[in-house]
């Protein structure tokens, strides 16, 4: 961006436009699904545990691939392997419209998670890689608004295609928008790499071993029981694996990701409170739009006409949430935002019934959008402009793995909670347990808060020290 017009050069606005197209695919897809699992389940004759595996095998390999998707693009070159991660989704897409069966459709779901893993920590590092620190909230807050409007229709269009049309539209809609963004993508977007020329396959393998076992052991917990000798060896062997990898990584000369990053005040405080925006947002979205079909008795459209006002927060105030953050700065903004979505999950905990009418927990759903837009765009900021711009790639890598993370765990924390304290059964059962589910999301959201308190208070649009060219594996860390 001109610092002297405030207008984004042709390189970074083509840059700008195509990670946000990759992103709303992404984004787009994995919500559509969810309004059109009871038509798939009636298509393909599919039980409720593999309707859930619809879902889990796509969030599994984008959680676990994340940062293997990071290192590809350092190594092998970020354009290069954003347009094979798009490929890799697109070819993946067809392959869903065109399951026979749904261990075909489940099978096809984790390839696509796959292709998302390379492409969403690439996109965000080509964006910060183009533009410079004291604009790069403002292109945040771009790249969130228009995923926002994947967030904003995704509810609706599913909803539309289930009864409107067959489900496999769905993903044939990747189709044109894949094939375009390739071909535009290897035109107008530079090829970059990384600092590291050699590929880490010991750290690749101790990461992706670990991060599938944390994630397994989330997504099986609640069906397979937390106590049970399949849960406690998967995140015990995980969390193992994860120690190992810190090990590895402070002894290899070329580490995927430098250990140094966590001495940086702003990368370690920054990752956890996302993290639990990301557990806030997920934990509330997984019963919000059943909420209005189980007790409401709404159909899936105008669940999804119910959920637009919440969901269109996200496109509205994302670029402006952006644009200010470059001004005051990344703290006030997380904290504040996790405040607004801890308030506003407490006020829907405490007012949630089964005469509750929609206008009652209105004002709580616009309040706790606006709180989650808010702190989605500092909190990306802060951990990017932590780094140097050459370790952008790592810094994303990390800072995208822990926010699939973050969405597992959110889910996983209101699925738990609400099993304990509702049920299916009843429509009061289900309303109860809504509301000790939306008590969870709002503590999580309290204690994002209180991390995000610990972050700098740093000069907006201030660039991190540039570190000595033989360091630049190595932050430096920051001043307080």
């Keep these: 961006m001109s610092t002297e017009t405030g207008r984004m050069s042709s390189k970074q606005a083509w840059t700008l436009g195509l990670a946000s197209l990759a992103s709303f695919m992404m984004a787009l897809d994995s919500l559509v699904v969810t309004t059109t699992l009871s038509t798939i389940r009636a298509d393909l004759t599919a039980s409720i545990e593999q309707l859930e595996w619809v879902v889990n095998a796509y969030n599994l390999t984008f959680a676990v691939l994340l940062l293997t998707g990071a290192a590809l693009g350092d190594r092998f070159g970020r354009r290069k392997m954003f347009n094979t991660g798009l490929a890799l989704f697109t070819v993946a897409s067809v392959a869903c419209a065109l399951a026979p069966n749904i261990v075909f459709l489940i099978v096809a779901r984790a390839f696509q998670g796959a292709g998302a893993a390379m492409v969403l920590p690439l996109s965000l590092t080509l964006i910060t890689a183009v533009f410079p620190p004291q604009t790069r909230g403002k292109a945040m807050g771009l790249y969130l608004g228009l995923t926002g ?5 995704g509810p609706f269009i599913g909803g539309a295609i289930a009864q409107g049309l067959a489900w496999q539209w769905i993903f044939w809609l990747n189709l044109p928008i894949g094939i375009v963004a390739i071909l535009l993508a290897s035109r107008k977007v530079d090829e970059s790499t990384g ?146 979505q801890a308030v506003s999950m407490a006020w829907i905990a405490v007012a949630i019934d089964t005469n509750t009418s929609y206008l009652e927990i209105l004002p709580a759903l616009v309040i706790g959008s606006v709180g989650i ?9 802060a951990v990017v402009s932590a780094v140097q711009p050459q370790q952008i790639g790592q810094a994303s890598g990390v800072f995208m793995m822990l926010r699939m993370f973050g969405g597992v765990f959110g889910t996983s924390v209101s699925v738990a909670v609400f099993g304990a304290v509702g049920g299916y059964a009843t429509a009061e059962s289900f309303a109860e347990g809504f509301s000790g589910s939306m008590t969870a999301v709002a503590i999580l959201a309290f204690v994002g808060m209180l991390i995000g308190l610990a972050m700098p208070s740093r000069r907006p649009g201030a660039a991190p020290a540039a570190a000595p060219p033989q360091a630049a594996a190595v932050p430096q860390p920051e001043k307080a």
């Design 149 to 153: 409007l994947a967030t904003f229709s």
């Design 195 to 340: 600092p590291n020329n050699k590929l880490d396959l010991g750290g690749l393998a101790l990461v992706t071993l670990g991060a599938f076992g944390i994630i397994w052991a989330l997504v099986r917990g609640n069906a397979a029981g937390w106590g049970s000798a399949e849960v406690v060896a998967s995140i015990v062997l995980g969390v193992v694996l994860m120690v190992a990898f810190v090990f590895y990584e402070k002894r290899t000369p070329r580490p995927m990701v430098p250990m140094g990053f966590f001495k940086l005040r702003a990368f370690s405080t920054a990752n956890p409170a996302n993290f639990l925006v990301f557990a806030s947002l997920y934990g509330t979205m997984f019963f919000l739009a059943q909420y209005f079909q189980v007790v409401k008795g709404h159909g899936p459209l105008v669940a999804g006409l119910m959920l637009m006002p919440w969901t269109g927060t996200l496109m509205v105030c994302a670029p402006i949430a952006g644009r200010l953050v470059d001004k005051v700065g990344e703290r006030k903004f997380v904290v504040g935002g996790l405040f607004l």
């Design 373 to 381: 837009t808010a702190a989605m765009p500092a909190a990306q900021k």
